[in-house]
């Protein structure tokens, strides 16, 4: 069982940045996939950012790539998503999530291949 809690989110104007994070309990941790998706009221849940187990590769949605980086620190089981030049368009419940994988180098695309999921944490982007 993992338990995912993300913080970081918050209010602020178009053109800032915010650094989400998720800490992640268990002793297991790097024997995870990790991923950040969001959603808005009424649309599906959209894939974001991912990376695998070692932090060494990573992957991103063409909405967010150039501004939002990914990353993690297995020594103290968290994952962050720093994201810059926020736009009005990234306001969404962002969720961080964790799939187990038993491959060191690859991440995960797809919301069916989590296992865990946080609570959310809300960014609001205004213009």
């Known amino acids: 069982q993992v338990q995912l809690v993300e913080s970081g989110g918050g209010l602020v104007q178009a053109g800032d940045s915010l650094r989400l994070s998720c800490a992640a309990s268990g002793r297991t941790f790097s024997m995870y996939a990790m991923g950040w998706f969001r959603q808005v009221p009424g649309k599906e849940r959209e894939f974001v950012a991912a990376i695998n187990r070692s932090g060494s590769s990573t992957s991103y949605a063409d909405s967010v790539e150039g501004r939002f980086t990914i990353s993690r620190d297995n020594a103290k089981n968290t994952v962050y998503l720093q994201m810059n030049s926020l736009k009005p368009e990234d306001t969404a419940v962002y969720y961080c999530?964790?799939?187990?994988?038993?491959?060191?180098?690859?991440?995960?695309?797809?919301?069916?291949?989590?296992?865990?999921w946080g609570q959310g944490t809300q960014v609001t982007v205004s213009s």
């Open positions: 999530a964790a799939g187990l994988s038993w491959e060191r180098s690859r991440y995960l695309l797809r919301d069916y291949e989590y296992d865990y």
